[in-house]
């Protein structure tokens, strides 16, 4: 499952989830391209990883900066194999009776154009290399795609559209272009919130989930952004992928399973028990 000459686009690869898949996929041998609004971490980018990157500081919201990652990733490596979307922004859990109602257009659209129309951006200026190379789409999701209180209102629904996309897009592209999805649980991350309800520079709770994490993931921990990584290669190698289109793993640590009450565990002495 190496991905040896592959060249993948990963947006958000400056920081968090997209930074960790960028140092696994650099390590299984694919070449690089990142969309990110961060100047500095596309500068730090190009400063760990050299010429096997090569990093745009644009909006996924605008269809010219993601036109400009996929001419700049084929100029370089002169192909496209795959694409990564992957930046997002989260709603820090607003509750319809929470949201102040002159705030509730401005952060709809703010959260869907990122997490949903920046999706499509991405997928529309990939289209021509991608169908060229038989390639595949790979989009994060989240257990908020499925199941409610991984967020507000907005950002679930958010995600839900983009499980909607991942279906449609597998339909129309097949068999030209492969298209996933992986649906990640809670990673201590950066994650920021929507400008338009003074949130973009919120700070994610995510220590304070990882230190609570044995009380409401099954699994018992909450994943590192690099222990999610695997499943995206999984996803992008032409190996492995074959029979996958439109399918979208649900990576949460169990989030599917935990049922009704406390978080189903074997307990701590399940070993002395057998
Ligand atoms: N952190 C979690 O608990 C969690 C859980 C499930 C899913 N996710 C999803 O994982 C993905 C990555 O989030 P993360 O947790 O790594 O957060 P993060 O903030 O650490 O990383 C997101 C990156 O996206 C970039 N970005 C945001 N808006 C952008 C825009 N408009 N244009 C270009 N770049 C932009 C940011 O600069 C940042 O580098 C998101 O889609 C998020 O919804 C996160």
């Known amino acids: 499952m190496r991905l040896d000459n592959q060249t993948v686009i990963i947006t958000g690869g400056a920081s968090g989830l997209g ?7 650099i390590n299984e041998g694919a070449n690089i391209g990142v969309l990110d609004r961060s ?4 500068d730090q980018l190009r400063e760990q990883y050299g010429e096997r990157v090569v990093c745009v500081s644009g909006d996924v919201r605008q269809f010219s900066d993601n036109e400009k990652i996929v ?4 100029e370089t490596f002169g192909k496209l194999d795959c694409v990564i979307g992957n930046a997002g922004i989260w709603d820090y859990n607003m509750t319809l009776v929470d949201m102040p109602a002159e705030k509730l257009t401005a952060s709809f659209h703010e959260l869907f154009d990122i997490n949903v129309l920046g999706y499509m951006m991405l997928s529309k200026a990939a289209l021509k290399p991608l169908v060229a190379s038989n390639g595949s789409m790979l989009f994060t999701v989240s257990n ?8 507000g ?14 279906k449609q897009l597998a339909f129309e592209l097949a068999p030209h272009v492969r298209v996933n999805g992986v649906a990640p649980g809670g990673i201590s991350t950066e994650l920021k919130g929507p400008e ?25 921990e909450l994943p590192t952004p690099a222990e999610y990584s695997g499943a995206y290669v999984f996803f992008a ?3 492995d992928n074959v029979p996958s289109t439109g399918a979208i793993l649900n990576h949460d640590g169990g ?20």
């Not at 949130?199 to 409401?216: C, L, Q, R």
């Open 237 to 239: 190698s032409r190996d």
């Open 255 to 274: 989030f599917g399973i935990r049922g009704l009450g406390p978080v189903p565990r074997g307990g701590d002495d399940l070993l002395s028990k057998l």
């Open 153 to 166: 209102m907005l950002y679930t629904a958010t995600k839900h559209a983009v499980v909607g996309m991942i």
């Open 71 to 74: 001419n700049e990733c084929v």
């Open 144 to 151: 908020a795609g499925f199941l409610p209180n991984g967020g």
């Open 196 to 220: 338009s309800l003074g949130m973009d520079n919120a700070k994610f709770p995510g220590e304070k989930m990882a230190s609570s994490a044995k009380n409401f993931v099954p699994v018992g």
């Open 39 to 42: 100047e500095s971490g596309c």
């Open 19 to 25: 930074a960790a898949i960028v140092k696994r996929f």
